[in-house]
């Protein structure tokens, strides 16, 4: 796992494996059900990796062959946090990494008077201040909505370095936006595209991922 180029983002292995689910994601041609089966395999890796990061304490066992096994327990309590629509697509990766987890959700849409991006909704665990957070949203473009879905993360009590934000590609200039705001906060991705286009999409990008987790 390499930090680099950007300190605090952290990109899955560029193996052949990933690169395959990526190109079948990325292909326009791809159905619905596809879509969703190969991202889903994406988002597991991400909370995998995510997890990878949470602080442990050594734990020793007893093996089935009578032997000791000196190994480590998690410690600390997570939350997940969807920025709705598009991010409560990685709830149940979560889900299935964390049985039980709490995941609370934040709903941010463009004004339409201002054009800029407005929060509509917050519903967050009580103690999320306790919690290390997993903040979900699949594609980083601008980071409009992830600087503001962090802002109300800070405002309850959560320290930055106590979250991760995971996507599946991030754009160079949200990457710096959002680090130039929430430089301790580590950004875990599987892919960093070139750019923006014209429309503010990640180029090669996916188009709407929501869309086509969702609808299409
Ligand atoms: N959101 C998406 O779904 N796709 C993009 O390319 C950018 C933001």
Not at 45 to 69: D, K, M, S, Y
Not at 76 to 94: F, H, N, P, T, Y
Not at 101 to 125: H, M, N, S, W
């Amino acid at each position: 796992m390499s930090s680099e180029p950007h300190k605090n983002v952290f990109l899955l292995p560029q193996t052949n494996q990933l690169l395959g689910l990526y190109t079948i994601i990325r292909d326009r041609d791809t159905k619905r059900p596809d879509f969703i089966f190969y991202s889903d395999r994406i988002i597991r890796l991400l909370v995998e990796e995510g997890l990878n990061h949470l602080p442990v304490t050594p734990r020793t066992v007893e093996t089935a062959t009578n032997q000791i096994f000196r190994g480590v327990s998690f410690l600390g309590k997570i939350c997940g946090v969807s920025i709705v629509r598009a991010g409560e697509s990685m709830e149940q990766g979560l889900r299935e990494c964390c049985r039980s987890v709490r995941i609370g959700k934040i709903l941010i849409q463009r004004d339409e008077e201002t054009a800029l991006p407005k929060l509509f909704y917050e519903k967050l665990p009580d103690d999320i201040a306790d919690r290390y957070v997993f903040l979900l949203d699949p594609m980083l473009a601008t980071g409009g909505s992830a600087m503001m879905a962090t802002d109300v993360l800070i405002k309850r009590g959560v320290k930055p370095e106590r979250i991760f934000f995971l996507n599946l590609i991030c754009s160079p200039e949200g990457i710096e936006n959002y680090h130039s705001k929430f430089p301790n906060v580590k950004i875990v991705t599987g892919a960093i595209d070139a750019c923006l286009d014209e429309n503010k999409y990640l180029a090669p990008g996916l188009g709407d991922f929501g869309d086509r987790y969702y609808c299409i």
